[in-house]
């Protein structure tokens, strides 16, 4: 893997960096446009300052404006008798005048305060004790105090100890942040070079990080992987790579069948190794797999729902009725019968005409039986509705004015409240285009406060806040007004042709319970739950 690798770079400049080590989530990824990182000290600063330490030291705004030249650091001196008047910049020189790291803090304690070594390692066990009794704050008058005794503005000494107090709720050493550094610049590399095989890692490493397995085969496929159903002739337990050169870095993504819900680990992998056994002969049919590996109905059921039998030619709803069929226990006097039993003690009924699934039936029984699908995004087969009722899209989001009212409407991907955030909470919402970052103030929150936990489709009102001065690709946001349950809409799926009325439609498999109502919190079709995080 070389160092420093510029293309690795300028994807993480773009803010393309969903299931990368550390640098994946809401606030890294805002970050990474403002910061701009080309080299890897960058990085190590990326991964330590959205942390509540600097947040709550009020480091970051001051870094970032130093950084590209609207601020000149301040490296604040002592008196000339008492010494070197860089003693500070030599401290605080390589990040611009900002102690971001404990090490720092310690030196800055040493240096300008006349802290013993005793003294300063004390002052790094308060910084890195969560809940300390008192922290940093017991050091006030000792820090401060002998800051002024040596010379230095009181006033600047009162900054110095609120920055160094901001790591009593978490500041990072600074060997801690280059070790992190290092693993997100690994995961970028890997991502930047071969998403393929990154992909492969992130779906059999589930359930882990910020994003859903839909999420991870999206933005594969937004980066030029092919990416190939679960296949019961085709899948491993795990997501595999399959020869391709039409797909990025030659490889196909082909999914595994630990995507089926409700599969055991073990039945998984004894039906592929079955598979691969003897001959190594693929199997015929839905009766075949169940005669050869004798795994329970309930396996077989997974896998029909799963619609891993649609390379044998079977669709979901036929290879559910070969399923349903299948009895291994078949009791001594109807074995008697023999052939009228069908062979190796399976009973066959008579195949139903069974009607085609509707194209959203499809999408929502991928949802339910794997976490995502590779058809249509569940808001494509919804726009003309959603269209109807006067609501936009995350591609009207990108292109309108700031300070545009927007009425946007998608699937909830991922609920925040961080600690430092004073209440606000930020909602990632996801469309047919992409994503979409909303900010719910507190007042919203309360008033909206069940759409804002309940929703699976959610449509946000509000305006428009974009930064395009200090990043390099355009931040945006939208500032919440009102947020609306609609979740009754994904019901629509169940029908052949969504309209923007609402209907009582036939419920599927995929459904729990009726709703009367839009909006109420009942009907609910089973799609991926969010991510949620503190």
Not at 63 to 79: A, D, M, N, T
Not at 255 to 273: F, M, P, Q, Y
Not at 383 to 402: I, V
Not at 486 to 511: E, M
Request: with cysteine; charged share 25%; glycine share 8%.
């Amino acid at each position: 893997m070389p160092q420093d690798c510029e293309d690795t770079y300028a994807m993480l400049r773009r803010a393309d960096s969903l299931g990368t080590f550390q640098v994946e989530s809401r606030a890294q990824m805002a970050m990474l446009p403002r910061l701009r990182p080309s080299v890897f000290y960058d990085l190590v600063v990326q991964v330590a300052i959205i942390r509540p330490g600097p947040i709550q030291g009020d480091m970051v705004h001051p870094y970032l404006r130093r950084r590209w030249g609207q601020e000149e650091p301040v490296y604040p001196q002592p008196s000339p008798e008492f010494g070197d008047p860089d003693e500070l910049k030599k401290v605080l020189g390589r990040t611009l005048g900002v102690p971001f790291f404990q090490e720092q803090a310690m030196r800055v304690a040493i240096v300008a305060a006349g802290f013993t070594p005793n003294e300063a390692d004390q002052l790094r066990r308060a910084m890195a004790t969560f809940k300390h009794t008192q922290g940093v704050g017991m050091y006030h008058e000792r820090l401060v105090g002998g800051m002024v005794r040596r010379g230095y503005d009181p006033e600047l000494a009162e900054r110095v100890f609120k920055q160094i107090e901001g790591f009593g709720s978490y500041g990072f050493p600074e060997s801690h942040a280059a070790s992190f550094a290092h693993l997100a610049y690994a995961s970028s590399w890997l991502k930047c070079h071969h998403p393929a095989v990154f992909a492969a890692a992130l779906l059999n490493s589930q359930p882990m990080g910020f994003y859903a397995p839909a999420q991870i085969v999206g933005d594969a496929k937004k980066h030029d992987v092919l990416v190939r159903p679960l296949d019961i002739n085709a899948s491993d337990w795990d997501s595999t790579l399959e020869p391709e050169v039409r797909s990025a870095d030659k490889h196909a993504l082909r999914l595994g069948l630990r995507l089926a819900s409700g599969l055991a680990e073990e039945d998984g992998r004894l039906i592929v190794k079955t598979r691969r056994s003897g001959n190594g002969s693929p199997y015929g049919s839905v009766e075949e797999v169940a005669r050869r590996t004798c795994v329970s109905r309930k396996a077989m059921e997974a896998l029909a729902e799963a619609d891993a039998f649609a390379s044998l030619g079977a669709s979901r709803r036929d290879a559910m009725w070969d399923a349903k069929a299948i009895e291994h226990n078949i009791p001594p006097l109807l074995q008697l019968a023999g052939n009228a039993l069908g062979e190796a003690g399976l009973i066959r009924e008579p195949a139903p005409a069974l009607p085609v699934e509707a194209n959203g039936q499809s999408v929502v029984l991928d949802y339910a039986a794997t976490g995502l699908s590779l058809r249509q995004h569940p808001l494509a087969l919804l726009r003309p509705a959603l269209a109807a009722l006067g609501y936009h899209d995350t591609n009207h989001l990108n292109s309108a004015k700031p300070g545009s009212s927007i009425r946007l409407p998608g699937l909830v991907l991922m609920r925040q409240r961080p600690g430092t955030a004073k209440g606000i909470v930020f909602i990632t919402l996801e469309d047919e285009f992409g994503v979409a970052n909303l900010v719910v103030y507190t007042d919203v929150g309360q008033r909206d406060r069940a759409a804002m936990i309940g929703a699976r489709l959610m449509v946000a009102e509000g305006q428009i806040e974009r930064e395009t001065e200090r990043a390099e690709v355009p931040i945006t946001h939208l500032i919440c007004r009102r947020l609306i349950d609609r979740t009754d809409l994904l019901r629509q799926l169940n029908t052949a042709h969504p309209s923007p009325s609402w209907s009582d439609a036939v419920l599927s498999r995929a459904d729990e319970i009726r709703r009367p109502n839009p909006g109420s919190a009942q009907t609910k079709v089973k799609m991926p739950n969010s991510r949620d995080f503190r």
